[in-house]
C-alpha cells in the first residue's frame, strides 16, 4: 500500500512567495487595463502641463506595443511561476492527490485575483493606477527587452503568415474624450466659459432633431403668392423678417409654394405692377420634422439653401428652420439682416423684487440682478433654464429655485415658455 508522502516541515516561504506573485499577477492585470483605458486627450494636455505621471504614462503609450507586450510578457511569467508553485504545496501537503487539486485551486486564484477584480479596477481607476505605476513599467520594459523583442519578432512573422495586418490604427477621440477635455481644460482656465459652453452645445445639437428648434407652423409668416410689389414691402417692413415662405391659394400653410427672398424682390427691375411673386420666388427645401440636425445642416449647405420648410408624418407643414435658427442653437442670439435690436432688451435691467419676467431674459442679466448663481452650459435665456432643469416640456406652475428665489412658469404660448414670475423665498 502506497503511503503518503508526508508535507514539509516548512511551507511559510513558498506561501509568502505565492502571495506576492498573486499581488503581482493583480498589478499587471490592472494596469493592463488601465492602459486601455485611460483617456489619452487627458493624458496629452496633464503632459503639456508637465505632470511628472502624465510625462511618464505618456513616454509608455507611445509605444503602445512595446507597452503591452512587457506587461503580458511579465504577467505571464508570474502567472505560470505561481502555478508551479501552488503545484509544489499542493504536492508537498497531499502527496500525488494533491497536483490534480493545485491545478483548480490555481485556475480559481488566477480568474479572481488575477483577472476578474483586478481588470474591473483598473478600468475604473485608468488614470491613477496608469500614473503611479509608470515608473514600475519604464524599468521593466527594460529588463524585459529581450524577450518582448523574440516574442514580438515571432508575432508579426505568425501575423505576415496568416496575411494579418498590423498596421499601427490612427487614434481616434471618441465624444466623450473631447468632453473631459473641455472639462479639463475648462478647471485649468485654458478654455472660457463660453467657449465650453458652445462645444457642449455642438454635442448636444447634433442629437437633435428639426422638431426641436424649428419655428411652429402657427408662428410662420408667410406670403400668398397672389400678393403685389407693395405688400410684399410692407410685410417685410412689419415684420422685419427676409424671407417668406409662399402660400397657394387660400393661404393654405400646408400648401407652400416657394421661399421669398426680399433681396430678391429689391433687385426687381421690372414694373412693379407687372411684379408677380411667382417670378422671383425660388424653389423650397421639405425636411422632415425627424431628421437630425447635424444630416439637416449638410443639406442646407450642399442644397445653397438659408431656410426650410419642415413636415409632419402627414406630409403638412410642421414648422420652419432657417440657417439664423441653427447658428441660435449653437452661438446664442444671431439677428436676422434687417434686424436692429438685441433680444430681451427690455429685460436687462431687473428690480430685485417679486414680478413677472420674458421667457427669453438672458440667465447673465437675472445673475447680475439679482446677485444670484445661475448659468447654464447649453441655454442663455431662463426659459431654456427652466427646461434643462425640469428635464421635460414645461407646463404652467412648473418652477426651479436657486437660492433663495424662485422661478415659475406663469404662461406658454405654442410649447414655449412665454413669462415667468420671479418670488424672493424668505424663510
Known sequence: MEVAQ?????????????????????????????????NKLRIRFLRSKKHKGAIRTGKLLDNKEKLLNTILVANNIVNISLTSLITTIAYQLYGNSGVALATGIALLILLIFGEIT??????????????????????????????VFIFTT???????LFKIQLKRSKQSFSEEDIKTFLEVGNEAGVLEKTETRMMHRVFKFTDLEAKDIMIPRTEII???????????????????????????????????????????????????????????????????ETK?????QEILRKKSHTIAIILDEYSGTSGLLTKEDITREIFGFMGDEFDTFTPNQKNTHIKPQNGMIDGNTRLIDIADSLSIP???EYYETIAGYIMEKTDHIPSVGDSVTVQNWTFTVSSIQNRRIKEVYIEEVTE
Open 222 to 288: 408667410f406670403i400668398s403668392a397672389n400678393a403685389n410689389y407693395r405688400e410684399v414691402i410692407e410685410l417685410s417692413q412689419k415684420s422685419r423678417f427676409s424671407r417668406f415662405p409662399v402660400v397657394g391659394k387660400d393661404n393654405n400653410i400646408d400648401d407652400i409654394q416657394g421661399v421669398l427672398y426680399i433681396k430678391d424682390v429689391l433687385f426687381y427691375r421690372g414694373d412693379q405692377k407687372d411684379f408677380s411673386v411667382k417670378k422671383v420666388m425660388r424653389p423650397s427645401l421639405f425636411i422632415l
Open 374 to 376: 445661475i448659468a447654464s
Open 154 to 160: 515571432i508575432s508579426r512573422f505568425l501575423a505576415s
Open 292 to 296: 437630425k440636425m447635424s444630416s439637416i
Open 6 to 38: 508526508p508535507p514539509s516541515a516548512n511551507l511559510t516561504p513558498l506561501i509568502i512567495v505565492a502571495i506576492v506573485l498573486i499581488l503581482l499577477s493583480m498589478l499587471f492585470s490592472a494596469s493592463e487595463s488601465a492602459y486601455l483605458s485611460v
Open 118 to 147: 483586478p481588470k474591473t479596477i483598473g478600468t475604473r481607476h485608468a488614470e491613477t493606477i496608469a500614473f503611479h505605476v509608470a515608473w514600475l513599467f519604464q524599468i521593466l520594459e527594460r529588463i524585459l527587452q529581450p524577450f
